[in-house]
Nanobody, 117 residues
Framework: QVQLVESGGGLVQPGGSLRLSCAAS????????LGWYRQAPGKERDLVAR???????NYADSVKGRFTISRHNANNSVSLQMNSLKPEDTAVYYC???????????WGQGTQVTVSS
């Protein structure tokens, strides 16, 4: 099992930046897939970005070139740097993890990101 705790959400103006962090309760060396999803009101939960244990990344088309996902093995965390934020980025952002040799996806509790002037 793994517990995930997100932090770093908040209110930011359009064009601004935020950095989300997600702390894992175990070594992320044992986690083969880490990612961020988001869910806006009335919409489905969608993938934002993911990173494999070897550092391979995937991004939603809507965030390519603006968001960067990173793994931090030293402190067992994953971050999402979000730049050039737009109102349509407003959502609850969830950290996810899939352990090695498994297919079950663990979820954090979510952190709210609001982009508004």
């Amino acid at each position: 099992q793994v517990q995930l705790v997100e932090s770093g959400g908040g209110l930011v103006q359009p064009g601004g930046s935020l950095r989300l962090s997600c702390a894992a309760s175990r070594s992320i060396v044992t986690i083969r897939d880490l990612g961020w999803y988001r869910q806006a009101p009335g919409k489905e939960r969608d993938l934002v970005a993911r990173i494999s244990s070897t550092g391979i990344t995937n991004y939603a088309d809507s965030v390519k070139g603006r968001f960067t996902i990173s793994r931090h093995n030293a402190n067992n965390s994953v971050s999402l740097q979000m730049n050039s934020l737009k109102p349509e980025d407003t959502a609850v952002y969830y950290c996810t993890a899939i352990l090695a040799y498994t297919s079950y996806r663990y979820w954090g509790q979510g952190t709210q990101v609001t982009v508004s002037s």
